[in-house]
C-alpha cells in the first residue's frame, strides 16, 4: 500500500515544488504559504476521494479506468502547466486571508481531480491525506527556500522540470492503473 500512496503523492510533490521555487524566485517567506498549501492540497482531495470511493464499490472496473483517465487528463493540464507555471505563481498572494484562501484554492485544483482515482484505487483516506498534508509542508517550504536561492533562469528551469516530472508521473500512474485492469498479472502497487 505504501508504494500506491507514494506513486499519488511523488508526483503532487513535484507539482508543488514547481510552484514553491516560483514563489521564492519572488521573494516569499516560506511558512504562510506552506500552512496555506498544506490545508487546501489536503483537503481538496477528500471530495473527489468520497466520490471516487463510492463510484469504485459500485462499479469497479469502469471507475477504475475512468480514474486512470482523470489522471491522464491531470497529468496533460500539469505539462501545459509547468510551461506557463510562472504565469500561475505572479498571480498567488498572501498577504490577506482572503487572498491566501483563493492562492490555496488555485493551487489545489489537481488535488481535488487526483482525488477520484485514489478512491477507485481503494487508498486510505487518513494514510493518503496524512501523507499529502506531510509532503505539501515540506515541499512547499523547501521550495520556496530553494527559489529564494536560485537565479531566475535557474528557477525557472527547476520549476519547468519539476512540473513536467509531476505530469509523467501521472501519465505514467495512469496507463498503469488502466492497464492494470486489461492486462492480467500485472502487479498491484
Not at 1 to 24: E, N, Q, W, Y
Amino acid at each position: 500500500m505504501f508504494l500506491k500512496i507514494a506513486a499519488f503523492v511523488l508526483p503532487l510533490g513535484f507539482d508543488t515544488f514547481a510552484v514553491a521555487v516560483l514563489l521564492g524566485l519572488r521573494g516569499m517567506r516560506p511558512l504562510r504559504p506552506a500552512a496555506t498549501f498544506t490545508v487546501f492540497e489536503a483537503a481538496m482531495p477528500l471530495v473527489g476521494l468520497l466520490i471516487g470511493r463510492l463510484v469504485g464499490a459500485r462499479f469497479e472496473t469502469p471507475a477504475v479506468v475512468v480514474g486512470g483517465i482523470v489522471l491522464l487528463g491531470v497529468a496533460i493540464y500539469m505539462f501545459k502547466e509547468a510551461l506557463e507555471q510562472e504565469e500561475e505563481a505572479e498571480k498567488l498572494a498572501f498577504t490577506t486571508l482572503r487572498t491566501a484562501a483563493f492562492a490555496g484554492f488555485g493551487i489545489s485544483m489537481d488535488e481535488l481531480a487526483i482525488g477520484f482515482p485514489m478512491g477507485t484505487s481503494g487508498l486510505p483516506a487518513p494514510e493518503t491525506i496524512g501523507a499529502i498534508a506531510a509532503q505539501t509542508f515540506v515541499v512547499t517550504f523547501v521550495g520556496i527556500l530553494v527559489g529564494r536561492r536560485l537565479g531566475a533562469n535557474l528557477g525557472r528551469r527547476a520549476s519547468t522540470f519539476a512540473g513536467t516530472a509531476a505530469a509523467v508521473g501521472f501519465g505514467v500512474l495512469a496507463v498503469y492503473l488502466i492497464a492494470q485492469r486489461f492486462v492480467p498479472g500485472l502487479p498491484e502497487i
